[in-house]
């Protein structure tokens, strides 16, 4: 709606000029000489349009809304982190740094959406979303922080299916109380199938290590993880290709023929050109990430300032702090009744995490040397096989209200007082497959 009145403008602007420089030239030059004298003002005033377009989107994008005034903690705390030693600090005014950041991700993901439609703009909203977490896992790797890579990509699933699910939920039936919100029930189903597989995949190699039942000890567990991992990746590309491509219709919003009286509304919304929205998501994405190292830097300090493990920190505040950018999208759509982009950031970024970014981490710690697995251990994997399943039942109906909402908050309450109950052992935090498998089982090291 912006372009269409700059262009309005322009061509305003355009026709006062044309006089002046005719009336100019008719006096020293031939009647005929002014055309060429056209073409100066009119380049000027393209210029002139695109400076002015570039001043608003920024007023848009990071003046316009009030929760912008929390932008400047994300440079105080990368001063704090080299003025001082308080990582306390450093962890707390990052974490008010990035809130603002996820936010305008979610704006940004929702004008791009306006273009591509709700399956790709859930999917594009998931894939900046999670573009944090792979670079967090990716440094961690780097460190051989093993176990916080795991437990942080755990983390963010759960946080995913329960916490910005469930708050969607809540949120948009608050709103809309007066209606039963629907989504589309079939695209769930074959997210909660997904998941159950990503379970699957994570499951044995954990069954296989605490049965004692390797062919060979300390090595069985990483090369089915190694190889489970490229199938979960192979499963997660076809089904990219059969929801973008070859089921689209099947998959579409059920509520779309109740939205054409609707789109004049949704077309004053629209405050970015596509492509103005993109540059803004890779902006965002890459200052969030920079953030994020600073963030999982101060980790140990903060834990111990907080008197927290770094295993809370790292299942419970870190993924809150990753999936802002979802949780601020996802309770967005689902306020304005589009409850299918909300599963697709929701559930979808579940998904995605699930069967790319893990399988991901495992395959980029084995081209770096570094023993990745999907032992998860025990307890983190039956909280996400329990998770996934609580989950599928909610959404099995295709039906949405705030008691949803509540039931999933309430069980995420339920997992994080576990996990804050839950003491890893120490040496499984940076150890791999070879040091949890050569004769050191995890009872061992808790003896």
């Not at 589309?184 to 995949?201: C, I, R, T």
């Not at 999208?329 to 697709?344: E, N």
């Amino acid at each position: 709606m912006g372009s269409v009145s700059g262009e309005e403008k322009m061509d305003l602007d355009f026709d006062e000029e044309i006089p002046l420089s005719a009336t100019s030239s008719a006096s020293k030059v031939h009647p005929f000489s002014f055309e060429p004298r056209v073409a100066l003002p009119k380049s000027s005033i393209l210029n002139l349009l695109r400076t002015r377009r570039i001043s608003r989107s920024i007023y848009v994008v990071l003046i316009k809304a009030k929760i912008n005034a929390l932008l400047p903690f994300g440079p105080l705390a990368i001063l704090l982190h080299y003025l001082t030693g308080k990582h306390g600090w450093v962890f707390f005014f990052t974490l008010l740094g990035i809130t603002p950041l996820a936010e305008r991700l979610g704006y940004a993901t929702e004008q791009l959406a306006f273009y591509t439609g709700p399956t790709v703009g859930g999917l594009l909203n998931a894939t900046f979303g999670n573009a944090t977490e792979m670079i967090i896992s990716i440094y961690a790797l780097k460190s051989d922080m093993i176990r916080v890579v795991q437990q942080s990509l755990l983390g963010s699933i759960l946080s995913n299916m329960l916490l910005v699910l469930g708050c969607a939920f809540f949120t948009g039936g608050i709103v809309h109380h007066q209606k039963i919100q629907v989504f589309n029930k079939a695209a769930a189903v074959v997210n909660s199938g997904l998941l159950l597989m990503a379970v699957m995949g994570i499951l044995f190699p954990a069954v296989l290590h605490f049965t004692h039942s390797e062919v060979h000890l300390g090595k069985s567990v990483l090369s089915l993880s190694r190889f489970s991992s490229c199938i979960m990746l192979v499963a997660y590309a076809s089904y990219l290709f059969f929801q973008l491509k070859s089921q689209q219709n099947s998959y579409s919003p059920v509520n779309e023929e109740g939205d054409t009286s609707e789109n004049s509304d949704e077309e004053e919304e629209i405050e970015l050109t596509q492509w103005e929205a993109i540059i803004w998501l890779a902006i965002l994405t890459a200052w969030v990430s920079v953030l994020s190292g600073y963030l999982v830097d101060a980790i140990e300090g903060a834990s111990e300032s907080l008197n927290m493990s770094v295993a809370f920190i790292s299942v419970i505040l870190l993924p809150i702090v990753g999936n802002a950018a979802e949780h601020a999208s996802a309770i967005m759509f689902a306020v304005k009744d589009k409850l299918d982009i909300t599963i697709g950031v929701a559930v979808g970024s579940s998904t995605q995490i699930s069967m790319f970014v893990i399988p991901f981490c495992v395959v980029v710690g084995w081209c770096m040397g570094k023993e990745m697995d999907l032992n998860f251990q025990l307890f983190e994997t039956a909280t996400l096989f329990i998770t996934v399943l609580v989950v599928a039942f909610m959404m099995q109906e295709g039906t949405s209200n705030y008691f949803k909402g509540l039931m999933l908050i309430l069980c995420y309450l339920i997992v994080a007082a576990s996990f804050f109950v839950h003491v890893d052992p120490k040496s499984e935090l940076t150890a791999g497959p070879s040091h949890r498998g050569k004769g050191e089982g995890v009872r061992k090291t808790k003896v």
